[in-house]
């Protein structure tokens, strides 16, 4: 079940620059499917630790706070498709399988823990629904409390039903969001504190945000300054930017990320300065659009395309600024870019990291 690894002698020798690389994948449950790498944030040179078999495409992961508990979705379109719960030893680099729950919506793309670890909430895609997760004080999953969407356009290839795709809470973790690219809509719900220190959801108010029909919303992040939101439309292919307040999210531009309108957008991300944003491409021109952020108002300007291997789906960028990491699925590599920090372009360093389908990415310490 578990790969060749890293001996304790080489993992003790911990570096400052360097951090753990956790890559999700699409692959067969007899086949590794995540992968671990130590990462160094100085060179950009990555080293295997060990990989992982035993779960289907599990295709979005997500640690807890403390970095010692991995969660990740099984993207199956079964009814019956699960969350995998593991235990991660930071020293030894050590990874248990610890517990695993039917999320009752098929289709699991994206999986989201709260800073307290109290819950665990996926976007069932093909489900049409959110799923939460009460979790143990070991982080085991309880019973989920499962949330089902109506809508869409009948006879649309796309949108013809609500299609789950991202899950994330407001920077204060008051509010959780809930991106339906079936439905052109973010649901909202308050996140209350519940009996015994659990964590509930209840309907926001407004219950939902509305975008331009067609927009297909798919990933959103927030500026580190908690003031603006970035959402990427993986149909309309371009990014929404979005200011809050009050647990509201306000659109104040639209801006083209995708100039040849495939509609696979996927991916979006700000430096840790806040200064420069980056989405993905999928389909045609596949790459990374580049956006210098306005740091009063959050409005973006382009500032330049980085072509990339077959079909980038999640990337990462370092803690420090100084790498993007990008997962390219069919070229079955993850392309290392240096940034330049005065004008937000990438450089390939050609230290790809040769891994099967990947498509989610994730730091932890060391």
């Known amino acids: 079940m578990v790969g060749m690894f890293l001996s304790m002698s080489t993992l003790c020798g911990q570096k400052e620059s360097e951090l753990y690389l956790f890559v999700g994948t699409y692959a067969k449950e007899s086949e590794a499917g995540i992968y671990l790498y130590r990462f160094n944030t100085e060179t950009g040179s990555a080293t295997f630790v060990r990989d992982i078999s035993g779960i289907g495409n599990p295709s979005y992961l997500a640690l807890d706070k403390d970095e010692t508990l991995l969660y990740s979705v099984s993207e199956t379109g079964e009814s019956e498709a699960k969350v995998y719960a ?44 959110v799923s939460a997760f009460p979790l143990s ?137 806040g200064r420069f944003l980056y989405a993905s491409n999928r389909l045609k021109g596949d790459g990374l659009a580049i956006f210098s952020i306005d740091q009063e ?19 990462i960028i370092t803690p420090n600024g100084k790498f993007l990491l990008c997962a390219c699925r069919d070229t079955n590599v993850i392309q290392v870019f240096a940034i330049d920090r005065q004008s937000g372009l990438l450089t390939d360093l050609q230290k790809d990291i040769k891994v099967s389908r990947p498509v989610c990415l994730k730091f932890a310490g060391l």
């Open 86 to 129: 593991y235990s991660f030893d930071r020293k030894t680099a050590d990874i248990r399988l610890s517990d695993k729950k039917e999320t009752g919506g098929s289709g699991p793309c994206f999986i989201w823990v709260d800073g307290k670890r109290k819950l665990a909430v996926t976007a069932n895609y093909t489900g049409g629904s």
């Open 137 to 273: 004080a070991a982080g085991k999953l309880g019973a989920p409390s499962v949330y089902t969407f109506e809508g869409g356009i009948p006879g649309s290839a796309r949108q013809d039903a609500p299609h789950l795709h991202c899950i994330y809470a407001s920077p204060d973790e008051k509010y959780l969001y809930a991106n339906d690219l079936g439905t052109d809509r973010i649901y909202k719900y308050d996140l209350l504190p519940g009996e015994s220190g659990a964590i509930t959801l209840k309907a926001g108010q407004p219950a939902f945000f509305s975008l331009p029909a067609g927009e297909g919303p798919r990933h959103t992040t927030f500026h580190p300054n908690g003031k603006f939101a970035y959402l990427i439309g993986e149909l309309s292919g371009r990014v929404t930017v979005l200011e809050y307040a009050g647990g509201n999210l306000t659109p104040v531009q639209h801006i083209e990320a995708d100039s040849l309108h495939a509609a696979g957008s996927a991916d979006i991300h700000v430096t840790p300065d």
């Open 297 to 315: 108002s959050g409005r973006l300007t382009k500032a330049g395309y980085q072509p990339t291997g077959k079909h980038p789906r999640n990337f």
